[in-house]
């Protein structure tokens, strides 16, 4: 199923992004096709989903959607356009330490400070003209 958002996730759509180990991510390279999709951690805080990489660098997933600031993800059968946000990460990152922690129990990766500087905010795209979806 795709899902057309809002610039807001809904309930059900936080609980399940919480509720997921992972979800899979693929951002828009630079010659405008998709990339692979890829598995990473995601956490909610507040009313947001972020993601972050365990080191940062300019190639990857994390490299593309720094760059394009446009991504896919799916979590399960249902799959979300969305934009890549990093302004008022800082402003919440012991909020998304503290659900690093919690959700991933034992594993201090996503919260090393190369780590804290790659988080990425995941913003539903606006309802409209969607983007063409990856394949996969």
């Known amino acids: 199923m795709i899902i057309a958002v809002d610039a807001r996730w809904t309930a059900e759509q936080l609980d399940e992004l919480a509720r997921a180990a992972e979800l899979e991510i693929s951002a828009r390279l630079d010659d405008g096709r998709w990339g692979r999709w890829t ?17 940062r660098r300019d190639t990857g997933w994390y490299g593309a959607a720094l760059r394009s600031r446009q991504a896919w993800i799916r979590v399960g059968r249902t799959a979300a356009e969305v934009r890549i946000a990093t302004d008022g990460v800082v402003a919440v990152r012991d ?8 959700k991933y129990a034992g594993d201090g990766s996503m919260t ?23 394949a996969g």
């Open 95 to 102: 909020a998304v330490d503290a659900a690093y922690r919690s």
């Open 112 to 134: 090393s400070v190369e780590a804290v500087a790659s988080t990425l905010r995941l913003v539903p795209a606006a309802a409209g003209e969607p983007l063409a979806r990856p």
């Open 39 to 55: 598995p990473i951690w995601v956490v909610v805080a507040g009313e947001d989903a972020f993601v972050r990489t365990w080191i």
